[in-house]
């Protein structure tokens, strides 16, 4: 005879807790943890207006090697992901049902091509929806004091330079989406929590690995942490999500790329 649904959920729990812990701890749970210790190093140097914060550092003086170790960066930071996928399929495939077990991680969390139009509207609905409120918010905090300048590609001007830009926008993108929002709300709710406090963690936790940019970035992180939280719990897709963040950083990174060109910075 099966076991009850809620013996099978109360045995889970200490597994999905520490698959949670696990994949957190690789990516950006551990990216929070080094972000609070970089905030607390800059503002005890100097006021935080004027440090500074480099997104997309050069990682050799050698153009190749350079290149090679950006791509390596890029290639290892989607493991997490690649292990959140994995859990994805795991946790299906343990309750036995023949349609959890022919549907792919990425269907489930909303990853696929399956909606293409309506994921690219959404996406860019909330690219304009943060974009411009985000630009807003950094000029505060650089007013206020509370954020330090931010650069956001410090690579020098090569031939592979916007093309790893471009890679580095989408890493991003799917890390934080797939993690801090579909993976992250998704574990909670298994582990009995509820959805304000759920979205509360998704979102502070998304603030904090960006506090090493300052307060204002904290607290505009957060709140988009919680617009992107409840899309996904809305509709359940986390593709616009991916593609809004995309964009975000794709504009921020090649913009201010193609701007340094042009007045002769590279």
Same mark, same amino acid.
């Given at each position: *005879?099966?076991? +009850?649904? #809620?013996?099978? /959920?109360?045995?889970?729990?200490? @597994? %999905? ?11 950006? !749970?551990?990216?929070?943890? &080094? ?9 005890? @140097? +100097? ?14 003086? @050698? ?5 090679? &170790? ?36 990425? =269907?489930?969390? $909303? ?5 293409? $139009?309506?994921? %690219?509207?959404?996406? =860019? $609905? ?13 000029? =505060?905090? /650089? ?10 590609? !410090?690579?020098?001007?090569? %031939? %592979? ?9 989408? @890493? ?9 929002? +579909?993976? *992250? ?14 979205? +509360? ?10 506090? &090493? ?8 992180? =957060? ?28 504009? #921020? ?12 910075? !590279?």
């Amino acid at each position: *005879m099966p076991e +009850a649904p #809620a013996v099978v /959920r109360s045995a889970s729990r200490p @597994r %999905w807790r520490a698959q949670l812990l696990i994949v957190l701890g690789l990516s950006l !749970g551990q990216s929070a943890v &080094y972000s609070v210790v970089q905030l607390i190093d800059k503002a005890t @140097r +100097a006021p935080l207006s004027e440090g500074t914060s480099t997104l997309n550092r050069s990682l050799n003086s @050698r153009e190749y090697f350079d290149l090679t &170790y950006q791509l390596l960066d890029i290639l290892f930071a989607l493991v997490p992901v690649a292990l959140v996928l994995y859990f994805v399929w795991d946790a299906a495939a343990r309750r036995g049902a023949v349609a959890a077990r022919w549907t792919t991680p990425f =269907a489930r969390l $909303g990853l696929d091509l399956a909606r293409p $139009g309506r994921d %690219w509207l959404w996406g =860019a $609905g909330l690219f304009l929806a943060i974009g411009i409120p985000s630009l807003g918010l950094y000029w =505060a905090g /650089r007013v206020l004091g509370i954020t330090t300048a931010i650069i956001p590609s !410090g690579l020098d001007q090569y %031939w %592979w330079t916007v093309p790893v830009l471009i890679l580095s926008a989408v @890493r991003h993108a799917l890390v934080e989406e797939v993690i801090v929002v +579909a993976f *992250m709300l998704g574990w909670l709710r298994r582990l009995g929590w509820g959805a304000p406090a759920a979205v +509360a963690a998704s979102a502070l936790l998304r603030g904090s690995y960006h506090l &090493y940019q300052g307060i204002g970035p904290f607290v505009g992180n =957060a709140v988009m942490g919680v617009v992107f939280a409840f899309v996904y719990r809305r509709y359940g897709r986390v593709m616009p999500l991916v593609i809004a963040h995309a964009l975000l950083d794709i504009v #921020a990174f090649v913009g201010f790329s193609i701007a340094g060109k042009a007045m002769g910075l !590279g």
